[in-house]
C-alpha cells in the first residue's frame, strides 16, 4: 500500500507540458500498474481442498467449487498435507515409475525418485517444507526413510508404516508389528499396549502430542497422548468403530468418523474426552473429516448424493454444503493454504 500511494502522489503532481513529463508519467502509469496487479496477486491466501478419485488429484475451494485438476496429466493419489496446510506429498506414477511429488509452498512440484523400492512405496507424510518421511519395502520388511537423509531411519525386520515427524525433527512416530502385533512406536519404543492393535493417522504439526486408533477391549477407539508416549487419554469408548480422527488447528477438539448408528457419520469431541458432539445426521455414510487450517471449516466425504462427493460445513455441523458433483468415487480430502495469483502468474504459490 506504501508504494502504491507514493505513485499516485507522484502521478498526480506530474506537469503534463513536454514529452519528458509526457514519458515519466507513461512510466509512472507503468509501475503503477504493475504494483497494483502484483498487490491483488499477493493477496491473503485461500484455502483449498486437495483430494483424488483413485487416478488424478484436484483441487478445489469452497468459494470457487469448480474442481481443477493438480497437475495436468499426472495421476496422483494419497494427498497428504501438514496440518497448517503449508506443504503436501503425494505419490504418483510418472514415466512408468512411482514417485513422490511434493508442493512445498511455491508454485512447483518437487520429484522424488526412489528406485530401489519400485514400486512399493507408501505413507509418504511431509513433516516441514522441505521434505517427507515414507515407509519403504526393503526385501521382505517396510523400514521407515527420509527424503532429506535418503537412509533407514528404522531398520528392523519388521513391517513399520504410517511415520511421521514431530516439527522440530526430533521425534519420530510409526506403526510396527515387530512384536506380534500393530502398535505404535516413538522413537523406537513402543508407546501403546502390546495387547492391542494399534494404527496412528498423522502426526499433528504442532507438537500437541500424538491421536490414534486402537483396537482394545473387542472394541476401536480413538486415544491421545504426548509426543514421549506419556499422558494417554482415551477419548472414545461406544461400542463402535471410532476411526478417521484429526486435530483442529487450536487443539482443543479432534473430529472422526463413527459406526455407533449402523452408518459412518462424523462426530468431534474435547481433547480431553468431553462434550462429545455429532455434527451428521442423516442414513448415508460421513466419513474422511479433515479440518481447514483456520479451523472454521470441515471438509468430509459423502454418498448422499448417490456416490462418494467432498462436502464442506462448519465446525459446529452447520451449512453442510456439496462442493464436487462426481459420479465416482472421491477420496482423502485434505487442506492446503496458498495464493492464486492473477491469471495464475503474478503472486502465485499455488501447485
Not at 1 to 9: D, E, F
Not at 121 to 145: A, E, M, Q, T
Not at 316 to 344: D, F, H
Request: proline share 4%.
Amino acid at each position: 500500500m506504501g508504494n502504491t500511494s507514493y505513485l499516485a502522489i507522484t502521478v498526480a503532481n506530474l506537469s503534463f507540458g513536454g514529452s519528458e513529463a509526457r514519458l515519466r508519467l507513461y512510466r509512472a502509469l507503468l509501475i503503477l500498474g504493475v504494483s497494483f496487479i502484483l498487490t491483488i496477486g499477493c493477496a491473503n491466501e485461500k484455502s483449498y481442498i486437495v483430494y483424488d478419485d483413485d487416478n488424478f488429484l484436484y483441487m478445489v475451494s469452497v468459494e470457487k467449487p469448480t474442481p481443477e485438476v493438480f497437475i495436468n496429466g499426472i495421476r496422483g493419489i494419497n494427498p497428504d498435507a501438514s496440518t497448517d496446510g503449508k506443504s503436501l506429498s503425494f505419490i504418483t506414477s510418472k514415466s512408468s515409475r512411482k514417485l513422490v511429488g511434493m508442493w512445498k509452498g511455491s508454485s512447483n512440484i518437487t520429484w522424488y525418485e526412489h528406485p530401489e523400492f519400485e514400486s512399493y512405496i507408501f505413507n509418504p507424510s511431509p513433516f516441514n517444507s522441505s521434505g517427507y518421511v515414507f515407509s519403504g519395502l526393503n526385501r521382505s520388511h517396510l523400514d521407515i526413510y527420509s527424503s532429506e537423509q535418503m537412509k533407514n531411519i528404522t531398520k528392523f525386520r519388521s513391517m513399520d508404516f504410517e511415520p511421521s515427524v514431530s516439527p522440530d525433527g526430533k521425534a519420530i512416530v510409526f506403526t510396527s508389528d515387530r512384536i506380534s502385533n500393530a502398535d505404535i512406536y516413538t522413537n523406537e519404543r513402543p508407546l501403546s499396549d502390546r495387547d492391542a492393535i494399534e494404527n496412528i493417522k498423522e502426526w499433528d504439526i504442532t507438537e500437541r502430542g500424538i491421536k490414534y486408533n486402537t483396537y482394545r477391549d473387542h472394541n476401536i477407539d480413538i486415544f491421545t497422548s504426548d509426543i514421549d508416549g506419556s499422558n494417554t487419554i482415551r477419548l472414545t469408548s461406544a461400542r463402535a468403530l471410532d476411526y478417521q480422527p484429526d486435530w483442529s488447528s487450536d487443539g482443543r477438539w479432534i473430529v472422526f468418523s463413527s459406526l455407533r448408528h449402523n452408518n459412518s457419520e462424523i462426530f468431534k469431541i474435547r481433547r480431553d474426552g468431553t462434550d462429545l458432539e455429532r455434527l451428521t445426521n442423516n442414513n448415508y455414510n460421513d466419513d474422511q473429516p479433515a479440518w481447514s487450517p483456520e479451523g472454521n471449516l470441515i471438509a468430509f466425504v459423502s454418498d448422499r448424493s448417490g456416490s462418494k462427493n467432498i462436502y464442506v460445513m462448519g465446525s459446529t455441523g452447520t451449512n453442510q454444503i456439496q462442493i464436487t458433483s462426481s459420479l465416482s468415487g472421491l477420496n482423502s480430502p485434505t487442506w492446503i493454504k496458498c495464493k492464486a495469483g492473477t491469471l495464475k502468474r503474478a503472486g502465485n504459490s499455488c501447485p
